[in-house]
């Protein structure tokens, strides 16, 4: 059996990130409870997401200790994603735009040939 | 000759800083993933799978929502609950998150004093992470129910707005309650394995055949984080947005 690096690490630097997270969470949640609306809302959203998806990714899945071998093999394909985004939106986008034409008949201008 | 003498003898697993140490690793004979248990390469591996499983999902409720016509329901009054007297929005999710949150934090200690063979902390560390997944399938079932029974939203119908919300919602939170359910079930199998002290004997699993250890404490872990994971972006892009 090859030698594996175990992850041990103080048990201290699991408890702070656990309190960063329920900040994190707490922080959200007081997004909507106090209806923060337009940009500063999604924005707000999507750094508190970000956080919490990093530190659990990094510390608690330990991902800051591995070889980057393997880090490079878990966050790279994922990535790929982010095109995948890209076409749905602008495929969605279309679909509301030919939705809204169809469903609205004052947006139709039916001529009358004389 | 020394240096191929010195060749010879070097730890072939040795990381070499950098970039180079990354090409060292993937060019290297047999194995990529040096020093690392089986069981975690397979675990990210599946992950890696799972992670485009999930992100279909939220692609799919991406392109729907943007499409649809009909208004979409606010999430935040849809989870909202009456508490004491006052109606307290989307209270029930933000406790759920809290409670899988806490059931992360234990297992990532479980998982610590697995690596420190102790064998009671890191049952009851298991037992107190399955309880509380437990704790969050309940509270995902009362959720259902409401909205199934009170607000009569079906997979195919929302009387509250869009119909695309309700499929949505039922596959996604759907599929990772059967993630969250699935992981009750293994920590309470890797619980009972880690009590027997299958891992302090490293007694053969009966499925692979090899020495169980306290690296399988971890692999339990990284899935369990997982499914925390994945409800950090159900929780931002389905009941924050």
Redesign the interface.
């Known amino acids: 059996m ?8 103080p ?1 201290g630097v ?2 702070k ?2 309190a960063l ?2 900040i994190l ?1 707490a922080a ?2 007081m ?3 106090f ?1 923060f609306e337009g940009w500063i ?2 924005f707000l ?2 750094i ?2 970000l956080l ?2 990093g530190l ?2 990094a ?4 991902m800051i200790w ?5 880090v ?3 966050i790279v ?2 990535l790929l ?1 982010i095109v ?2 890209g076409i ?2 602008l ?3 279309h ?2 735009f030919t ?2 034409i169809f ?1 609205s008949p004052n947006n139709f201008v039916i001529e009358e040939h004389h | 000759m020394t240096q191929a003498t010195q060749a010879n003898t070097a730890d072939p ?1 040795e ?1 070499l800083p950098g970039t180079p ?2 090409v060292a ?2 060019a290297s004979d047999q ?7 089986w069981g975690k ?1 397979m675990i ?1 591996i599946f ?2 799978s799972d ?2 499983i999930f ?1 279909c999902f939220l ?2 409720y ?8 009909d208004p979409w329901p606010n999430s ?1 009054e849809v989870f909202a609950l009456t508490l004491f007297g006052n109606k307290i ?2 209270i029930l999710i ?1 406790i759920m ?2 409670v899988l ?2 059931s ?2 234990t ?3 479980a ?2 004093f697995g ?2 063979k102790n064998r009671k902390v890191t049952f009851i560390l298991l037992l107190i992470t399955a309880l509380l997944g437990a704790a969050f399938v309940g509270m995902q079932a009362f959720e259902w129910t409401k909205l199934i029974v009170e607000e009569g939203v079906r997979p195919w119908a929302n009387p509250l707005g869009a119909p695309q919300f309700g499929a949505v919602f039922f596959m996604i939170t759907g599929f990772h309650g059967t993630h969250v359910s699935i992981g009750v079930i293994f920590l309470i199998i890797v619980a009972v394995k880690v009590l027997r002290g299958n891992m302090d004997e490293e007694r053969l699993g009966f499925m692979t055949g090899k020495p169980q250890r ?2 399988m404490v ?1 692999t339990m ?2 899935y369990w ?2 499914v ?2 994945v409800w ?2 159900i ?3 389905f ?3």
């Open positions: 090859a030698q594996t690096e175990a992850q041990q690490h048990l699991y408890f990130i656990w997270l329920f969470s959200s949640y997004v909507d409870y209806q809302r999604w959203i999507v508190f997401m919490k998806a659990i990714v510390v608690f899945m330990h591995e070889r980057f071998a393997l490079y093999a878990v394909p994922p994603l995948f985004v749905g939106a495929e969605a986008d679909t509301f939705r809204d469903f | 697993a990381l140490g990354v690793d993937w194995r990529a993933f040096k020093r690392v248990p390469a990210w992950l890696i992670t485009f992100s692609i799919a991406m392109t729907v929502r943007v499409s649809t016509t935040s929005p989307l933000a998150t809290f949150i806490s992360s934090g297992m990532a200690l998982v610590n690596y420190r306290y690296e971890e872990g990284l984080h997982f925390d994971l950090v972006f929780f931002a892009f009941y924050l947005w």
